[in-house]
């Protein structure tokens, strides 16, 4: 059965700079924030539709098609499936793996963009006719809540506490505990780490790697998407929120309690 790959990672929570690592291993092909929706949800956004759409990431980044296919491909209505499947079949002539992140924002979160479906779109659709190999990151929740907080201006005005919650539990809740790869450890040991999760995607891992982050084009947080090193970029940054503020706010919410014990494994 043919196998597509999958990172899967809330806003926030380190999913640019380990996606980037993943695409520096060898003979792999990185679609990055990879939705079924992603296109229209990006209009609302007042984004470039195109920067999203998995042909144009492909061939802008990994030159894949001959220009003659491209701009056939470019002028035909292919439907968000067909696309992928073109993608994969054109990544395996060429003995590589493809690897997709997903945009699992629009289906946790979503707002004022769109309403969340608390159920994963791309894996949904993939799931019908590929063998998936994916892997979840997770950051602690309220380290990623002040992180959402203090750098996306629509989770400021638009998110509570409440929803927030939501969408990490259902998120969490929809992963296979067996692959689940902890931000926090990436950045403790990163070595370690990158190969653990090389081993769940069944990728080579190249000791190498560092070296070719300065080469890897993806979308996602611009700190990471230019970075070539690994640190927490959090860090680098003046809060607006601080994490003593967030923990008197809701460290005693029945919801917080339930997500907690939910990650008792984890934190």
Not at 213 to 242: E, P, Q, R, W, Y
Request: aromatic content about 14%.
């Amino acid at each position: 059965m043919k196998t597509i790959r999958l990172i899967h990672n809330l806003p926030r929570s380190g999913g640019t700079i380990i996606s980037k690592c993943l695409a520096a291993q060898k003979d792999t092909i990185l679609l990055s924030e990879i939705h079924p929706n992603g296109i229209e949800i990006r209009k609302k956004m007042g984004l470039d539709p195109i920067d999203f759409d998995p042909i144009f990431q492909c061939q802008i980044w990994n030159n894949l098609f001959e220009k003659d296919e491209y701009k056939k491909i470019s002028n035909s209505d292919y439907k968000f499936e067909e696309k992928i499947d073109l993608i994969y079949e054109k990544t395996e002539s060429l003995n590589k793996k493809l690897v997709i992140r997903d945009w699992a924002f629009a289906d946790y979160f979503g707002k004022p963009f769109t309403e969340p479906k608390y159920k994963n779109s791309l894996l949904e659709i993939l799931n019908k006719k590929y063998k998936i190999l994916n892997l979840y990151v997770i950051r602690h929740p309220i380290k990623t809540y002040l992180s959402c907080y203090n750098f996306l201006n629509f989770f400021r005005s638009g998110y509570d506490f409440d929803f927030f919650i939501k969408g990490y539990r259902n998120y969490f809740l929809n992963a296979s505990t067996n692959n689940i790869c902890i931000f926090e450890n990436f950045i403790t040991n990163p070595e370690k780490s990158l190969k653990k999760m090389c081993d769940i995607l069944n990728i080579d891992y190249d000791i190498n790697y560092l070296n070719k982050l300065k080469d890897i084009n993806l979308t996602g947080d611009i700190n990471a998407v230019n970075s070539v090193n690994i640190h927490n970029k959090d860090s680098l940054t003046k809060k607006k929120l601080t994490e003593d503020e967030i923990k008197n706010q809701i460290e005693n919410r029945p919801d917080f309690i339930k997500l907690m014990e939910d990650l008792k494994n984890y934190y």
